[in-house]
Nanobody
C-alpha cells in the first residue's frame, strides 16, 4: 500500500512559480512510476507529467512542456513538480499518483495509476 500527500499549492500571479511536493509512504516508491495530474473546475482530471522509477525518463503534457519540471528524490520518497511561467489556465487541483507495477514504463494514462493523493489547490491569478 502507498499513501501520497501533496503540499506546496497556493495562490500565485501569472508568470510566477510554485513547487509542489508529494511525499510517499511505502517500500515500493523507489521502483514506481510517479505522475502528476490536474483537475480544473468542472473538468476531468488531465495528465500533467510523469517520471519513471529511476528519474532518468520524464514525459510532459504539451500544455506544460518547457514550463514544468518533474523530479524525484528516492532517498526522501518524494516527487516534485516545479511550475514556472504559470498561466491562469494552470489553475486546478493537482494530484500526485503512483503506479503499483514495479520498474514499469512511464504512463500518461490516468487508469494506469493505482494510488492517489488528496490533491493540492493551485490558483494562478491574471
Amino acid at each position: 500500500q502507498v499513501q501520497l500527500v501533496e503540499s506546496g499549492g497556493g495562490l500565485v500571479q501569472a508568470g510566477g512559480s510554485l513547487r509542489l511536493s508529494c511525499a510517499a509512504s511505502g517500500r515500493t516508491f523507489s521502483s514506481s512510476t510517479m505522475g502528476w495530474f490536474r483537475q480544473g473546475p468542472g473538468k476531468v482530471r488531465y495528465f500533467v507529467a510523469a517520471i519513471d522509477w529511476s528519474g532518468r525518463s520524464t514525459y510532459y503534457a504539451d500544455s506544460v512542456k518547457g514550463r514544468f519540471t518533474i523530479s524525484r528524490d528516492n532517498a526522501k520518497n518524494t516527487v516534485y513538480l516545479q511550475m514556472n511561467s504559470q498561466k491562469p489556465e494552470d489553475t486546478a487541483v493537482y494530484y500526485c499518483a503512483a503506479r503499483s507495477v514495479r520498474w514499469g514504463p512511464i504512463s500518461s494514462e490516468r487508469h494506469e495509476y493505482d494510488y492517489w493523493g488528496q490533491g493540492t489547490q493551485v490558483t494562478v491569478s491574471s
